[in-house]
């Protein structure tokens, strides 16, 4: 009679197991497949309301096909162009009509003011995919027959293929490059042979069911993916789906010591580390699904995508990881093997030297430390969030920013990204002359039907013009934002012009404004969500408030250094602007994700033990896991590095630094400091039930030093 029962109790792990390894092997091919539905075009990034964006609403109507612009320029390797140079550059370009990929008729090339480059302009087709590339390499082909010059292709055809190029190892590399090193990491710390491949084969599930159901939302126009939201989508499902394993793993091997029966165990380690995972998980994902009230395309696009993948990452920590370890049993952790020291204090000799060491001098630690963060904080002000330069977009040497910078170097430093006007038809004359007389245009001009700036008669197109300003200075600099500025003001005071101001630059200033919008609209939100899931979670406001100001503390000191190390060690001049904001959604959200671990171990001990002493005990059980937890997010996100961009790169370090300092200052000294200088009051306005008379608020530290 007794076997049957004892059978049944494998029948639920196994079900679990077999539906995961199901999910695995239908949907994990999603991983790979998510670029698919991926969009990298320029409105991905753009405000939905800013004037930029109206602008390139409205000029799809001026493009009798919609283009991508491929800027060919020839630099003369002697002192000067010749005549029979610049004849020959206009038959070479002139010869790519009619090639597939290639619309209309390339622009006759025209020489630059110094006499010592050429410049043509050749419309490819902007839907071509990994043909795009194709089309660049033969125009520089073509290109390059001309004799004595060196040849170069700029343009957003080109940018557009080089931005491919670098997003190209999303699928594969960014992502073995972050197994690899969540993986050398659980085996170090845990010298475990077949728990860390557990562990990281229910991070691949998550992952693949996260991809799963975006591709699904995405593929029917629910959410949208860009390169940049599939690339932190992978990293993030990664490091949260390992963080809540390990804090399950951990809390079943305290369990499986002390009770010994494997399937008992598991269900107690699932009922204890509930609540943590959970408030966790909706730390994160309700920090995330705030950037919907931003009014960046790609800010929005990161927030729901973000959600499901926490969704799908606390699916996998609370089912396939139990059921693994119910059937798996001690033999995970092989060949370790869970002992009864493993659930008590005396178990954790590194952290219990530590806790000895806050429960000493507190007040000391918490006051050194506090100050040390707020020395790093007085830097933030210093990083620079007013957009990236095109040459630092690509961290690798792009060919793209290479032959900008060579236009640039011979002809106006906006030629290739003008700032394109719209405005009515009867007031062309109007509009044209008040662009051409504002301080940082070096010439403006009405678009004719031929798709060139003062090639015929201009082409109107519902009663309205486009007029072409090229700037004098180079598209993402700071003098030529200002001239934009000033062309704005200049047109809107044009009387019935209706006159609207886009254009790369322009969208450069709508996107660093809508930036500072969203910081100063979405960063109280994302406190007040977490403060209200704290409060619930520990059933104190005091508790709450303390942990949100230390993560706070934490960013800005992330931030500080940040703001160092970018400009003096990886020679960034500035960063994105939406870069301090993403930096906040995930280490305010992550950061008080460890915070939730100790701390709801902490009320549980202090439940019992009194608050010292459940500060130390919590401090003491939980050090190991959540460092743990904490080096393999930063891994996950350091791997974004690998990836060549500068937006990505900046992410990549903001989050792994700002992690590590979460993980080893504020959550293991100055939050533990805190709560025991405080004492008792910090349960404020509630209260723990007393403290058992062998057990109290007197008892002797795990143990001093």
């Not at 904080?377 to 690509?394: M, N």
């Not at 906006?414 to 700032?419: E, I, K, L, R, V």
């Not at 015929?456 to 486009?466: A, E, I, Q, T, W």
């Not at 100063?520 to 059933?539: A, F, G, M, Q």
Request: with cysteine; net charge negative.
């Amino acid at each position: 009679m007794t076997s049957a029962p004892r059978r049944a109790r494998w029948l639920v792990p196994l079900a679990l197991l077999i539906v995961w390894l199901g999910v695995g092997g239908m949907l994990g091919p999603y991983a790979g497949k998510l670029g698919e539905v991926a969009t990298n075009d320029q409105a991905s990034f753009l405000p939905r309301s800013a004037e930029s964006t109206q602008v390139l609403d409205q000029r799809k109507a001026f493009d009798q096909q919609e283009t991508l612009p491929a800027i060919v320029v020839w630099t003369a390797d002697g002192e000067r162009i010749t005549g029979g140079q610049t004849e020959a550059a206009t038959r070479a370009v002139a010869g790519l009509a009619g090639k597939p990929g290639v619309v209309g008729e390339p622009s006759p090339a025209f020489p630059s003011e110094d006499g010592k480059a050429l410049q043509s302009v050749v419309q490819v087709e902007p839907d071509l995919g990994d043909g795009l590339a194709d089309v660049i390499d033969e125009v520089r082909e073509a290109a390059g027959t001309v004799d004595g010059t060196t040849v170069e292709v700029a343009g957003p055809a080109a940018s557009q293929v080089d931005l491919s190029d670098a997003f190209s190892g999303i699928d594969g590399l960014l992502l073995g490059v972050a197994l690899a090193a969540v993986l050398l990491i659980l085996l170090l710390v845990y010298r475990s042979v077949l728990l860390p491949f557990v562990i990281i084969l229910g991070s691949v599930f998550a992952l693949g069911l996260a991809c799963a159901v975006v591709y699904v939302l995405a593929d029917h126009d629910v959410v949208r993916v860009d390169g940049q939201v599939q690339g932190i989508l992978s990293i993030l499902v990664i490091g949260a789906a390992t963080d809540y394993a390990l804090l399950l793993a951990a809390r079943f091997r305290e369990e499986l010591a002390v009770r010994g029966d494997r399937f008992t165990a598991a269900r107690a380690a699932v009922r204890r580390s509930f609540g943590a995972i959970t408030a966790s998980a909706a730390t994160v994902a309700l920090g995330l699904l705030t950037l919907l009230a931003s009014d960046l395309t790609n800010n929005r696009a990161l927030g729901p995508v973000g959600a499901i993948g926490i969704v799908c990452s606390v699916l996998s920590a609370l089912t396939f990881l139990p059921a693994a370890l119910a059937l798996l049993g001690r033999s995970a952790y092989w060949p370790a093997r869970p002992k009864a020291s493993d659930a008590t204090v005396e178990g954790h000799s590194v952290w219990r030297r530590v806790a000895a060491t806050v429960d000493r001098k507190p007040r000391r630690v918490w006051a050194v430390t506090a100050l040390i963060l707020a020395v790093f904080a007085a830097f933030s002000p210093s990083l620079s969030a007013k957009g990236t330069p095109l040459d630092e977009i690509f961290v690798n040497d792009a060919p793209s920013v290479a032959a900008q910078q060579t236009l640039g170097q011979h002809f106006p430093g906006g030629s290739g990204n003008p700032a394109v006007i719209l405005a009515n038809a009867d007031r062309l004359d109007e509009v044209t002359a008040a662009a051409n007389r504002t301080e940082g245009v070096a010439s403006a001009a009405p678009v004719s039907a031929s798709g060139r700036p003062g090639g015929g008669k201009p082409l109107v197109v519902d009663g309205r013009v486009r007029v072409d300003a090229t700037l004098e200075a180079a598209a993402d600099s700071d003098a030529a934002k200002q001239a934009v500025e000033r062309l704005r003001d200049n047109l809107h005071d044009v009387s019935g012009a209706d006159a609207l101001v886009g254009g790369y630059t322009a969208q450069q200033v709508d996107t660093q404004q809508t930036a500072s919008d969203d910081r100063t609209l979405i960063v109280p939100i994302v406190l007040v969500v977490i403060l209200l899931i704290l409060v619930l979670l520990l059933r104190s406001v005091l508790v709450p408030v303390l942990l949100v100001a230390t993560v706070a503390l934490n960013f800005l000191a992330t931030l500080g250094v940040s703001a160092l190390v970018f400009e003096h060690l990886f020679g960034f001049s500035g960063t994105d602007a939406s870069v301090p904001l993403y930096g906040f959604v995930f280490l305010v959200a992550l950061g008080v994700d460890y915070n939730i671990f100790l701390m709801s171990r902490v009320r549980e001990e202090a439940l019992t033990h009194g608050t010292r002493q459940g500060v130390l005990r919590g401090l003491t059980t939980t050090g190991g896991v959540i460092t743990s937890a904490g080096v393999v997010l930063a891994a996950t996100f350091a791997a974004l590095m690998v990836i060549p961009l500068a937006f990505l790169v900046q992410i990549a370090f903001i989050v792994a630094f700002g992690v590590l300092l979460d993980t080893l200052v504020v959550r293991s000294l100055l939050v533990p400091a805190l709560v025991i200088d405080i004492g008792p009051k910090a349960w404020w306005p509630g209260s723990l039930s007393r403290p058992t008379p062998e057990r109290n608020e007197d008892a002797p530290a795990p143990e001093r030093t």
